[in-house]
DNA sequence: GTCTATAGAACGATAGAC
DNA sequence: GTCTATCGTTCTATAGAC
């Protein structure tokens, strides 16, 4: 070993998002992310704490990313949100389930827990609303079925080969449609 | 140690439900299941081969469950695959990523594939067509939507004390029914 | 059929040399 | 700031006693 990496912090945060896609959170380890930059298992503790302090920024750059996707993709509003959402996780692996991590709840990030805040707040900019109630019902069913297409898809289920992921974008944003169509009428389970 | 089990088999794959639901397969392993009750770690492996195949027969018991409350539910439909994969999934955490998981594709289990086929069968049955592509397409949304909302409630982004897993499923159905409403036109993504 | 004991691997984290 | 080396833990799986 005799590596010199001008920043290998962000070195460090890019191999992170490399292990996490091809493997999610079951696949990352510290030691793995040092593994795969050639470093010994013991350089990464120079930048972070722990093993937590890591994922947390993973996290928090991981939600700047994905607010910054959301608010470039042309589609706009919750349709922006499900197209963006599944593009971005697909690639870099760390969709909400990795951003809000429960693990990552009881570590002080203030960095982490500002870009958090304000992806959160722009979802609910986006939703049409009317009331603030009724745009986090709408923001929490677009993530839902967008994560779960993401899940599904990385988990094996659709056959990745056969269906490009302009494809499994192209669902969930037309199931994101269905999902806030007007003149659907809201009522019990029964 | 001193457990004299009458059916340890059974009591392994309750164990692992267990286990399945409070933490997902991060936190599955053959120790855990053994050290739940009170066995040995190598007691499991007189009735399973190796790790792959306890999941196996985990799956396959999570399969055929799933499909029982599936057409046990008087919703009927895709509303019905919406509801109970929710309840079932969120109380067994046995859902299609540990159904179909990846590290089971190798593992030569006729009862686990018969479970899983008869599921996959039924699901698309219960899918108003008209073609088969798209009651297949119509399945994917539906399961999409109900595994998003399941694994971002198990992740805690919902708060599971002031959100009980009645309202989830109302959701997770209240949005599947959007889903397959007629009268939208499913077009591209511009 | 379950136990004790153990081998071997991976991981989180630390100490100390350079 | 990175390295080597190491400790303690957890896990999968096997061997052999009972």
Partial sequence: MSYH?????????AASFELLAEGGLA???????ARRLGVSSAAPYRHFP???H?????????????RAAILADPAGGLLAVAGAYVRSVVRT?????????????AVPDDERREHTRALI?????LAPGPTHTEAFRQVEATIAVAQGYVTLYCEGFFDSRSVPVDDLVARAVEAARALTQPGRTPQGTA
Avoid: N
């Avoid at 692996?93 to 709840?105: C, K, M, R, S």
């Fill in 5 to 13: 990496h001008g920043d290998l912090r962000s070195a460090l945060l």
């Fill in 27 to 33: 696949k990352f380890s510290v030691a793995a992310v």
């Fill in 50 to 52: 722990d093993r937590a």
């Fill in 54 to 66: 890591l994922l947390s920024a993973v996290s928090a750059v991981a939600a700047r990313d994905l």
């Fill in 93 to 105: 692996g760390a969709g909400f389930p990795v951003i809000f991590a429960a693990e990552l709840y």
């Fill in 121 to 125: 707040s722009t979802l609910l900019e």
